[in-house]
């Protein structure tokens, strides 16, 4: 007779249980409008709205837009990912999921698939808004810069899943905002060089994912080839989101208490 436990069958990632999460999860944002616009548009209209604050000035924006392209998916991103995960904890939801044949790891998985797929979509509208309708003026290739974005909003993907587990409310999910992006952002070299920094926040602006994204961003928008920097800060990236997801695996809970 098989001794195999529930916990044991679904500790190994299932690529079935996997997509199966993503598919629910799509089906739920389908019949949400607000998040769907907050996701796609958003980062858009901030583009729009930076190009025409400097519109005396079409190097300032050519300056920073290449950065801010990274930047705004991963804000949404985090904010999307960390409320819709939280509603679905404190609704009772993750409770009856992992009561089935369902590890965390497909769990969070799936939810990465999921809004990773909005991601692609969302990165991508961001990408030619800001290239051929904005005038973003770019070096290198425009495909590079959709890379670099379209990480950086699996990265806010990965964060939001990750804070998701340590908030007992939607306000509290809002709240760690300031606390994980926000010194990213003002440490990741879009204000000023990181060189230019105090050592200090200098040291820790080199242990911070979006530096490097911005870094990335950076390399695109000076070099038409690609440039070992550059594979350098893509590989970072991506490797911070699939550390934060295993993180946010481990620490994902079952309800709110």
């Known amino acids: 007779m098989s001794t195999t436990t529930p916990a044991a069958r679904t500790a190994a990632l299932s690529t079935a249980r996997t997509t199966a999460t993503a598919a629910r999860v799509l089906r739920q944002l389908r019949h949400d409008p607000r998040t769907i616009a907050l996701m796609l548009l958003v980062p858009c209209l901030m583009l729009v709205l930076l190009r025409y604050v400097f519109d005396a000035s079409p190097r300032t924006f050519d300056d920073i837009g290449a950065s801010l392209l990274g930047i705004f998916p991963l804000i949404t991103m985090f904010l999307v990912t960390s409320i819709a995960t939280l509603r679905e904890r404190t609704s009772g939801t993750l409770e009856r999921l992992l009561a089935m044949p369902l590890g965390k790891a497909d769990l969070i998985a799936g939810y990465a698939l999921a809004f990773g797929t909005v991601a692609v979509v969302q990165s991508a509208l961001a990408t030619g808004l800001a290239v051929w309708f904005l005038g973003l003026d770019v070096t290198g290739s425009p495909w590079l810069l959709l890379l670099v974005a379209l990480l950086d909003a699996l990265l806010g993907t990965a964060l939001g ?81 699939l550390l934060v997801l295993a993180l946010g695996a481990v620490t994902l809970r079952r309800r709110t208490d």
């Open 161 to 241: 899943l990750f804070v998701s587990a340590f908030a007992a409310s939607e306000f509290q999910a809002v709240q760690f905002m300031p606390a994980v992006v926000f010194p990213q952002l003002l440490l990741c070299g879009l204000f000023t060089p990181r060189a230019d920094m105090h050592p200090v926040l200098e040291a820790v602006s080199d242990v911070l994912p979006m530096s490097y994204a911005v870094d990335g961003m950076n390399e695109v928008l000076h070099h038409t080839d690609l440039t070992s920097v550059f594979v350098r800060d893509v590989m970072i990236v991506a490797g911070c989101a």
